[in-house]
């Protein structure tokens, strides 16, 4: 499975925009790009997937770059609740397959 | 969302012992559901693949006479920990796939602690 790269952890303000980052340059022409987050011990909650397109939902917006080797979640208004660890996964074919995540990144708000 | 539940949510056993965790999708049929352990601060790793009606697929190094999954249903699948031991003590998560979608829902874990 194509492997992705983000940064092991960030810190935002209250209220403002977060960019998560994430690099898959090996990705195929059939890899989706998922976003999960996890809040602690709980299981990933889904946040959104794309595959060329931006794309946008009532959690976040996906910006995908133009030879997709790149992504970046946008939370528009952090809140507290957005304190997770969000992993950025790659999948294989027009359904998810298996998801193989990597280590995400720790997502601090301060108040 | 789709809901999936795990039960039970916390559970703790003598070494020795074998240990049984529900996953239920509760508000869709899911032909596929997954396994996932995750260790204190790491990330979770896939240990196996679960079709409604059929043999699980296991990944490298799960071993599939120890870590027993059933998926009878198209609602439920049960993971059994066989005879087990202090290491097997960890967060076990499983997800399932809502076919029409195609997006994973997880459930909220299980975590399991072996004296």
């Known amino acids: 499975d194509a492997k992705t790269t983000q940064p092991n952890s960030m810190e935002s303000n209250e209220e403002e925009p977060v960019h998560l980052p994430c690099n898959h340059s090996?990705?195929?022409?059939?890899?989706?790009i998922h976003w999960y987050r996890q809040l602690p011990s709980q299981g990933p909650e889904y946040v959104i997937h794309?595959?060329?397109s931006n794309v946008n939902n009532r959690m976040a917006s996906l910006a995908i770059a133009e030879d997709r080797k790149s992504s970046t979640l946008i939370l528009h208004r952090a809140t507290l609740r957005d304190a997770a660890v969000y992993y950025c996964?790659?999948?294989?074919?027009?359904?998810?397959?298996?998801?193989?995540f990597g280590k995400g990144t720790k997502l601090s708000v301060k108040p | 969302g789709a809901v999936v539940s795990q039960h039970p949510s916390r559970v703790i056993c003598k070494s020795g012992t074998s240990v049984k965790i529900e996953c239920r999708s509760l508000?869709?049929?899911?032909?596929?559901m997954f396994w996932y352990r995750q260790f204190p601060k790491k990330s979770l790793m896939l240990m196996a693949t679960?079709?409604?009606?059929?043999?699980?697929?296991?990944e490298q190094g799960v071993e599939k006479d120890k870590f027993l999954i059933n998926h009878a249903s198209l609602t439920l699948s049960t993971l059994t920990v066989t005879s087990a031991h202090p290491e097997d003590s960890s967060f076990y998560i499983c997800?399932?796939?809502?076919?029409?979608?195609?997006?994973?829902?997880f459930g909220p874990g299980t975590r399991l602690l072996v004296l």
């Open positions: 997800s399932a796939r809502r076919t029409a979608l195609g997006t994973q829902y």
């Open positions: 090996t990705i195929s022409g059939t890899d989706y």
């Open positions: 794309g595959l060329t």
């Open positions: 996964i790659l999948s294989r074919g027009g359904s998810q397959g298996n998801l193989i």
């Open positions: 508000d869709f049929q899911a032909t596929t």
């Open positions: 679960s079709n409604e009606g059929s043999k699980a697929t296991y």
